[in-house]
């Protein structure tokens, strides 16, 4: 990024992952998310504060996204600083739909981590089991958890695709129908019969 963008958008997310651990996680309760309207007006406007808000927001979800998905934290890294730069670069293209942010953020890196993935993975996991950690002090997984992980890893990519916006990600149907771009109803039959998958995977184990 150059020129005017680059001094709006001075962030870089190079050692992102070191310091996730003390950062506020994206939308905690109790962190009261700015008034839509006039916010949707500023991120469009390129505004630097409304920019910073979103990027401290939303930040933590994006990257943990592309770690799911790539699984190698520097490459996360990497991914979701390039969602930012896109979303900056294009930030006329969001439009209030009645969603926040997230879902607009999260539709941008779908198709990033997708190049990332083709780029550098002749086969790649559909889902990292490190982005079951929760944090904390004892970075270990519980065997429960890494059977989860396993299993919904093993899935079909659009079962584990939607397991993962919607469950670990935490986007809602609707946020998750944008990002996927597909309509509410196809995502919630499409998380039925992933679900279905998964509870089939784990009464094997």
Known sequence: MTGAAAAAFPWRVRGFAAALQQRVPANEP????????????????RDPDAWHDLFDREMPAIYRYALSRL????????????VFEQ??????SFHDRGLPPRAWLF???????????RA???????????VFDG????????PDRLDLARAIAELEP????????????????????????????????????????????????
């Open 87 to 92: 979303a900056f670069r294009n930030a006329e």
């Open 135 to 142: 944090g904390g002090e004892d970075h270990g997984l519980s």
């Open 30 to 45: 109790g962190t009261p998310a700015p008034a839509q309207g006039g916010f949707i007006r500023a991120i469009r406007e």
């Open 120 to 130: 550098w993975f002749r086969r790649p996991p559909q889902l990292a089991i490190e």
């Open 158 to 205: 659009a079962h584990c695709e939607v397991i993962s916006l919607r469950f670990i990600h935490g986007l809602s149907l609707q946020e998750a129908a944008e990002v996927i771009g597909a309509s509410t109803d196809a995502v919630k039959g499409r998380q039925a019969r992933a679900l279905a998958a998964l509870r089939e995977r784990l009464s094997e184990r």
């Open 107 to 117: 539709g941008i890196a779908r198709h990033v981590v997708g190049s990332h993935r």
């Open 71 to 82: 699984g190698d934290a520097a490459r996360a890294e990497d991914a979701a600083s390039e």
